[in-house]
């Protein structure tokens, strides 16, 4: 069940991923405060982070943000402005949660 597709901007690296307000919050329903989201990084190739990464999501002027986690994740990944990265649940895998990332390069 997708959750967000966003096209990254400078402000997603310095800021934060701020999910778009058109965001399907559906399976993110109990939370509140600060979540871990226990998430497999996958590039649009099908090649995968060896490990889940965890990213934290907080709430910041009322918009849900993923912060600590995601800066690992752009770095590891090498991610730049103008890429494309989907958000979103899996019913069955190893994490709860799967990001796929699509590069401009």
């Known amino acids: 069940m997708e959750i967000f597709?966003?096209?990254?901007?400078?402000i997603d690296f310095e800021r934060g991923l701020e999910l778009p307000p058109?965001?399907?919050?559906?399976?993110?329903?109990?939370f509140q405060g600060t979540?871990?989201?226990?998430?497999?990084?996958?590039?649009?190739?099908g090649?995968?982070?060896?490990?889940p990464v965890t990213i934290h999501c907080s709430t910041k002027n009322g918009s849900l943000v993923l912060k600590r986690g995601w800066y690992?994740?752009?770095?590891?990944v090498?991610?730049?402005?103008g890429d494309t990265v989907t958000f979103y649940r899996e019913?069955?895998?190893?994490?709860?949660?799967?990001?796929?990332?699509?590069?401009?390069?």
């Open 22 to 30: 058109r965001s399907n919050l559906e399976p993110l329903q109990h």
């Open 5 to 10: 597709t966003k096209q990254l901007t400078p």
């Open 78 to 81: 090498g991610l730049r402005s």
């Open 47 to 51: 090649t995968r982070l060896p490990e």
């Open 72 to 76: 690992d994740i752009a770095r590891d």
């Open 35 to 45: 979540i871990e989201l226990s998430t497999i990084v996958e590039s649009a190739a």
């Open 91 to 105: 019913v069955n895998g190893g994490a709860p949660f799967k990001l796929k990332v699509r590069s401009v390069r």
